[in-house]
Every structure is written in structure tokens, then in C-alpha cells.
């Protein structure tokens, strides 16, 4: 990234927006012998918009570990982001939240139809592991970690797992440490993953480092999803891109149905304020990590 957009944020997200965007596109044009549907659908869920939040982690990561971003941190960016959109596709289909709405354009198995989605989540998630064990410009051992990190966070010790713990809780009254416990697994795991893969992408295995970012990311993860569940209480359907008050319509628990309105925003304040603590060590070159917390918590969609 820029020297120039390093010091102002909103230059930053779009030059990460744009730098993700190019690269996935790169490695969508050249997938061998796929059927034009698939990939007209790989296409639509990836590359129609988005905040791109994970990847603007990994590049902000890196830069705070290294003199300028690496352009290895593409790779940990397109696995990433390439991950989250096949969670997105999966968790739209209609034996899941059964969503018309994503991006403010029809769900993908909505623009296509049921099976394709499937298809395409489950293509999305294999491209996810593939773009890091093709790396060769990593070094091998940095890669091994790097395919752990992102097996960890997605599958059954992560994102998976919370994805289970949400379907089981709906009409079901869960207390706010369990409510923690499954949006840390649900939403927090894949954008913890994405501030260490950063870190890794840039040659960082300093543990006192990692151990820093992990506790940063632990914050912004869950802060991320306390302001998700105010939104979906605040916004309107137009400027969230998916439909408003989905939650509360399918008696799932969030930290306003527990909290209260007031109560969650004081909770996402907390969260900030202890993410930028975490960062403290690492001086003036984490200070877009801890730009993007303050984001996470005053977006508005």
C-alpha cells in the first residue's frame, strides 16, 4: 500500500478493495476446463462488491510487521476473502437462512439456482487452500502454518462450529457468554485468521508479535458482529444490502435481544478500546489495524 493511504483510511479500504479484486479476478480467469455456469456464478459471489474487510486485515497486518506490504500478502488476502464469500453462498442457501438478498442483489442460488450454489461454495472453499499451497514464492514451513491457520478458523474449530451453534439456537434463549462463544467461532475465527495469515504473509513468526494480533483480531472479530446485530436493528434493507431485521424475525439471539440497543454499543466501545491496547507494542505502524476497528463499529452496512 501507499505511504499517502496508510495515513487516511477510506483511501486504504479502496486500495485494498481494488488490490483484492484484481488478484481474484486473476485466479478466476484462469481456472482450467469449468463449466461457464459455475464460473459466471464463482464470479457473482466474489467479485459484485463488498466491504472486503478481511483482506484490508491482511494488508494492514502485513504493513504493521513489515517495511511495505508483501506482495505475498495477495495470496492470504484472495484465500481469505475467497473463504468468506463460499461461507456466505452456504449460509444464504435456503436450508440455512434462506436469504432473497446479499450485496444488494439476489442470493446466488436465488441468481442461479440451489445446486450451483452448492457447487460454488464448495469450488470457493477448495481455491481458498489451493491459492496458498500454490504459493511457491513462500517459504514451505510459512505455508504449512498458513493452510492451518485458515483449515482452523474455517472448519469445526471455528467458523463451522459457530455456524452449528447458530442453527441450533434459533427460538432457543442463549446468555450472553454463549452468544460470545458462538460469534467468536461464527464471524471472529475467519477475521482472526485474516490478521495472522497477514502477519504470516510477510515473514512474521515472532511469537510476542502474533500473540499481539490474536488478542487485537479476538476483539474486532466479536466487535465486528456486536455491530452487525445493531445494524440489522438501526438500517434499512437499501444501505445493509441484505434484508433488515432478518434476525429478529427468525427469533435468533443477538446482543441487542440481550443487551438492549444501548448495551451493545457501550459492548463494541469496550471491544475497541481493548483492541487498541493490544496493539500498543506495536507502535505507530499498527495504527491502520487500529483505524479498522474504529470503522467495524461506526460502518453503516
Known amino acids: 500500500m501507499s505511504q499517502v493511504s496508510q495515513t487516511d483510511l477510506p483511501a486504504f479500504l479502496r486500495d485494498c478493495q481494488q488490490r483484492c479484486a484484481e488478484q481474484m479476478a486473476l485466479h478466476l480467469n484462469n481456472l482450467p476446463y469449468m463449466p461457464l455456469r459455475l464460473t459466471e456464478a464463482m464470479r457473482y459471489s466474489t467479485l459484485l462488491g463488498g466491504k472486503r474487510i478481511r483482506p484490508a486485515l491482511v494488508y494492514a497486518s502485513a504493513d504493521a510487521v513489515a517495511d511495505s506490504t508483501p506482495a505475498d500478502a495477495d495470496v492470504a488476502a484472495c484465500a481469505i476473502e475467497f473463504m468468506h464469500c463460499y461461507s456466505l453462498v452456504h449460509d444464504d442457501l435456503p436450508a440455512m437462512d434462506n436469504d432473497d438478498l446479499r450485496r444488494g442483489k ?17 469450488a470457493l472453499q477448495a481455491l481458498a487452500f489451493q491459492i496458498i499451497g500454490d504459493a511457491d514464492k513462500i517459504k514451505g514451513e510459512l505455508r504449512l502454518r498458513m493452510l492451518r491457520v485458515l483449515a482452523q478458523s474455517a472448519g469445526c474449530q471455528g467458523m463451522i462450529a459457530g455456524q452449528g451453534i447458530d442453527l441450533a439456537a434459533v427460538g432457543k434463549s442463549l446468555n450472553v457468554d454463549e452468544l ?122
Open 106 to 122: 439476489p442470493t446466488l442460488h436465488r441468481a442461479f439456482d440451489e445446486a450451483t450454489a452448492i457447487l460454488t461454495g464448495d
Open 180 to 301: 460470545e462463544t458462538m460469534h467468536r467461532l461464527k464471524t471472529g475465527a475467519l477475521i482472526s485468521a485474516s490478521v495472522e495469515l497477514g502477519a504470516l504473509s510477510a515473514g512474521c513468526t515472532e511469537p510476542q508479535t502474533l500473540e499481539a494480533l490474536r488478542r487485537y483480531a479476538r476483539c474486532i472479530g466479536l466487535a465486528f458482529q456486536v455491530q452487525d446485530d445493531i445494524l440489522d436493528v438501526i438500517s434499512d434493507t437499501a444501505v445493509l444490502g441484505k434484508t433488515q431485521g432478518a434476525d429478529e424475525a427468525r427469533n435468533k439471539p443477538t446482543y441487542v435481544s440481550l443487551l438492549g440497543l444501548d448495551g451493545a454499543r457501550r459492548k463494541a466501545g469496550i471491544l475497541v478500546a481493548e483492541a487498541a491496547e493490544a496493539l500498543s507494542s506495536l507502535g505507530p505502524r499498527a495504527r491502520m489495524l487500529d483505524a479498522i476497528a474504529g470503522y467495524i463499529t461506526s460502518r453503516r452496512h
